[in-house]
């Protein structure tokens, strides 16, 4: 049973269940019918509740008397009366609820804490995100898939879910019988080894320059690469170097990115399953064979187009490989839920698959979602991909990012010593990368406008970063200027300094107190762009606050609150940053 002081993270889950029991007694609505959400103007209560026009759509009662119905029924429930200072109607029929201020006030220093908010203890969450190809170099379109995907993990993880970082890569195919093929004809071991990913991509590049003229090449390819399949132990060799390399290249790349993956990988580790999944499908009748050999599953059923499993040769595709993942996760890690982290352009493909996966009963008690994202723009609209026909190496794009925001931090603080700024400056660069995705909502494209990324005054990382900048300096002149205020020690308050309290202090205590449902929002509709929507409104909060009540000059009750709004909401930003993947630093 929940206490009072602890129910903050899970008040919304109750609010619905108890409005659902008093629907579902006076209208039979189902408890899917009704939905609490919160409120976008604090003026309107903390939360509302659409329930009544629910109803009059449902039965043509008028919305404002089944409101007026449901309200009289709540007011006399203990949970509203313990938890609530004011239920009311507004406009056609909503329902809007104000949290008791002392519950929030009692609820502060319990924000942060992540025991308090796993609703989804005891569940496991796969999020499969970044999955680069080998031997290829990480490029521009990687970004959104790392940094969502990696996001996402974090929310799950801080409601309780035992959450499993999934890196499935790109390293099985007649491409690296292409790029096996090339080594052997030109490739250099010095070279390789000296700039691995640079080398290989210059020799998978030239042997398709060369196959224009002799196409013959193409079936020179084909055969390294059944020499792979079949465990040929040069190409094996060469395969397992490349690969290393690879990984080798990508991991400067995540520790960069604060990346970080519980498994590592890639569709090569489903080969020996592919020929059961096959033919498992072919004897239930899933799957049927083609006159010219092929395996073929038709979902005109679920209206979608075939799916090819096998080809005429016999060889495999990346739907297989993708069916045989499911069937092993499910089997041996045994989530509740695995989301695929992957662009827009792979909808077809995860329908199809996940048709088939679902006809097949490979994942019975899995819930298997396609976590879709837009492109990557530039400043011009068009897609951030190619310059003269070359890739956008991510590592050159982290690097411009970094350059920049070194020279914002050199305009800004000429007292930090040297190393300082550099370690400022990668975080900013890096956290106006990530911040600049994240911040948008993932169905969309997102434009790289450098200004408006690295911007202090917009809706940006660097700007949420300062405003912790400007609270941790708040704490340190309570503090008598110390240095560092890591371990801020808060003053002890009671319920009775809310009879003092401002209108302003309030609005600021409302505001911080939204944490842990914007962290609940961000997992339900799997998107980090509303806790970092919520992070921009406190930083916007928090700036407006201390302008027009004053911390340090205070008497002393209102100065003992006002220190714990400042820190709590310091906190919670740093919290909430580092949830996205964003680093904050005590000094800008």
């Known amino acids: ?58 039965w043509g009662v008028l ?61 496991r969450v796969i999020v499969e995100y ?20 990696a996001a996402l993990a974090n929310i799950y993880e801080n409601l309780g879910a035992k959450v499993i970082r999934l890196n499935h890569l790109g390293d099985w195919g007649t491409q690296f ?68 390399e690879s990984l080798r290249e990508f991991d400067i790349l995540y520790k960069r990115l604060g990346i970080k993956f519980d498994r590592i990988t890639g569709e090569s ?30 979902l005109e059923s679920d209206s979608l187009s075939p799916m090819l499993v096998q080809k005429s040769d016999g060889a495999s595709l990346y739907a297989t490989r993708e069916l045989a993942s499911i069937r092993y996760r499910a089997s041996h890690l045994k989530p509740n839920l695995m989301l695929y982290v992957v662009a827009n352009e792979q909808a077809l493909h995860f329908e199809q698959v996940f048709a088939t996966a679902a006809r097949a009963n490979y994942a019975p008690h899995l819930k298997l979602e396609h976590i879709k994202f837009g492109l990557v723009l530039g400043e011009d609209g068009q897609k951030l991909a190619t310059r003269e026909g070359k890739i956008i190496k991510l590592d050159e794009v982290l690097a411009q990012a970094i350059l920049l925001a070194r020279q914002i931090v ?41 200004d408006k990324m690295l911007s202090l005054d917009g809706n940006s990382a660097p700007y949420l970063q300062y405003t912790y900048v400007r609270l941790k300096s708040i704490l340190r002149k309570a503090q008598n200027g110390k240095k560092s205020v890591k371990k801020f ?11 003092q309290a401002t209108p302003s202090d309030i609005t600021m205590l409302r505001m911080i107190s939204r944490y842990p449902e914007a962290i609940l929002r961000a997992a339900e ?49 740093k919290q909430g940053l580092e949830i996205l993947g964003i680093e904050v630093v005590e000094q800008m």
């Open 1 to 58: 049973m929940a206490s009072e002081v602890d129910i903050l993270g899970m008040l919304s889950v109750k609010l619905q269940n108890e409005i659902a029991e008093v629907a579902q007694k006076h209208y039979q609505l189902t408890p899917k019918e009704v939905e609490v959400s919160v409120s976008r103007e604090l003026a309107h209560g903390d939360y509302t509740t659409n329930v009544a026009l629910k109803v009059a759509s449902k």
């Open 63 to 123: 919305p404002r008397q089944a409101a007026e119905t449901i309200l009289e029924e709540l007011k006399t429930s203990r949970f509203i009366i313990r938890n609530f200072s004011k239920i009311e109607i507004a406009g056609p029929g909503f329902i809007n609820f104000t949290i008791k201020p002392e519950l929030l006030l009692t609820s502060l220093p319990l924000l942060t804490n992540r025991k308090e908010r796993e609703l989804w203890r005891g569940q």
């Open 130 to 149: 970044s999955s680069p190809n080998i031997a290829k170099p990480m490029h521009i379109g990687h970004i959104r898939s790392t940094i969502i995907g």
């Open 177 to 244: 019988g292409k790029l096996i093929a090339a080594y052997k004809l030109w490739g250099s071991r010095t070279a390789v080894h000296k700039h691995p990913i640079e080398e290989m991509l210059k020799l998978y590049v030239k042997f398709h320059e060369v196959m224009k003229d002799k196409p013959d090449l193409e079936k020179q390819g084909q055969e390294e690469f059944r020499k792979l399949e079949e465990g040929d132990r040069t190409n094996k060799a060469l395969w397992n170097w490349f690969k290393r």
């Open 269 to 298: 580790f489903y080969e020996s399953m592919l020929k059961g999944v096959v033919a498992d499908l072919l004897k239930r009748k899933i799957a049927i064979k083609n006159a010219d050999g092929s395996i073929v599953v038709h």
């Open 410 to 450: 050199d305009k800004k603080n000429v007292k930090l010593p040297t190393k300082a700024k550099a370690r400022v400056a990668e975080v900013v660069g890096v956290g106006a990368i990530k911040y600049n995705d994240l911040s948008q909502n993932r169905h969309t494209d997102i434009t790289f406008n450098w």
């Open 489 to 499: 020690k808060l003053p002890k308050i009671g319920a009775a300094v809310l009879e």
């Open 525 to 573: 509709e799997n998107g980090p762009h509303l806790l970092a929507g919520y992070l921009y409104e406190l930083a916007n909060s928090t700036n407006n606050f201390y302008q027009v009540s004053p911390v340090l000059n205070a008497n002393p009750h209102l100065k003992n609150l006002r220190l714990t709004l400042v820190n709590t909401a310091a906190e919670v930003l």
